[in-house]
């Protein structure tokens, strides 16, 4: 039996995997920024820091700190793909056999931030209101019994000069991570992709995928066998006979669901040249599954999909293929929450996408841990007094646990 690596083993392993193509000086700021990152739960470079320990003063640490999170030889694009194939294997294993990879925009907002560069208009999605900030792409795959496996994550702004728009963003973060699933993976998005330029993009990378439709104040028109229709009014005329308790779910009461579907649904099609809409059904067959009733409020659920829906169990094999989906927005609020990622600081646009990505690379730590031996992590995460037992969504607590562990494995410190 071979024999379990250590916790250091194990750190010093993913920093290599992931930095191995850096210079040197580039490599140690990343093991140091993703100690300090777990040690102290914080994207501040002072308290990155203080977890250092280094007998010079604070300052000059920090200087140091803030000179190598803008550093030009820094190669960001090599790290994320590293990163990609180090998880990629873990993507073909019994754990995801057939991955959904859940796509999400998230914001950070920012409304005392005055010279942070490329600050945009974001919608807070706390408060549902507009303010100043910046939007962060993210990618997770999402496995068997609730598996996660954080893919990539990119801060944007509308206003900086790279940015072409919002679909460009998206698709080139889609087209980075593709190259590293499986063929047959499963693409599940929300309702902010409900637009005519994704479906069509969608349709020529030739993936299935879900996506869930707005409902109300949606002019979307649906070609159906009963005829032309909209989304609210296909929704509302499609009866929700079967019902659905949803995976792990089963003491919820409350999450009892009804299910329906219809079979293929055309979407308008466009004029190649143009874009703008013909009125004739596009080629393309999609199924609409709607979902409706339990904790899911008062709009039941439109869920357009490019799998074949004929039979209620295909259609509750949807539901909860986009039910699974909402765990990437907790792993969103994990790395705000965990890593105080809201609080990010930096003077520099470079800097600012670079840490965005170092939360990123510590979140995927704790995930390869989560995915090796189960003792090892419950013994991690005992190591934060705590009342009750390991939670099932073991992150926050993991990460409470591991710092001093991980601080106590290494020689004197990073």
Known sequence: MPREKSLRERFDAYVEKVGGRLHKPNRRFLREALFGLVEKRSV???QIGRALKEPSRLIHTE??????????????????????????????????PRPTIAVDITDITKPRARKMPYLARVLD?????????????????????????????????KESPEFKSQNATVFDAIATVRKHVPDDAFWAFDSGFDGGTFFRKMEEMGVDFAVRLRVEGNSRTLFTPEGKTNVKGLVEGTPRLYFHRPRGTKKKRNWLLQVGWVSNVHLQQEH???????????????????????????EPLAILT???????????????????RWGIEEAN????????????????????KRMVQLVHLAYGFLALLVHGPRAQ???????FKA????????????????????????????
């Open 306 to 324: 490019t799998l074949e829906v004929k039979t209620s169990d295909d259609a509750r094999r949807v539901a909860d293929i986009y039910l699974d």
């Open 387 to 414: 009342f009750g037992p390991v939670p099932v969504y073991l992150y926050y607590r993991l990460l409470e646990g591991i710092g001093a562990l991980l601080r106590a494995t290494m020689d004197g410190g990073p």
């Open 125 to 157: 999605g706390s408060t549902k209101e507009v303010g100043e900030g910046y939007d962060i792409i993210s990618l997770e795959a999402v496995g068997v019994r609730g598996r996660r496996l954080p893919l990539l994550a990119r801060l944007f702004s």
């Open 272 to 298: 190649p040249s143009s874009c703008k809409q013909t009125g004739k059904p596009g080629a393309k067959p999609y199924s609409l599954v709607t979902v409706s009733g339990g904790a899911l409020g008062q």
């Open 63 to 96: 200087k140091r700190l803030s000179r190598n999170l803008g550093n030009g030889r820094y190669d960001d694009a090599t790290v994320e793909q590293d990163y990609l194939r180090l998880v990629a294997p873990i993507l073909r294993d019994e754990r995801y």
């Open 44 to 46: 501040l470079l002072s």
């Open 333 to 352: 609020r994990f790395t705000k929450q965990g890593f105080d990622l809201e609080d990010v600081r930096a003077l520099t646009w470079t800097g600012l």
């Open 377 to 383: 992590v419950e013994r991690i995460a005992s190591n």
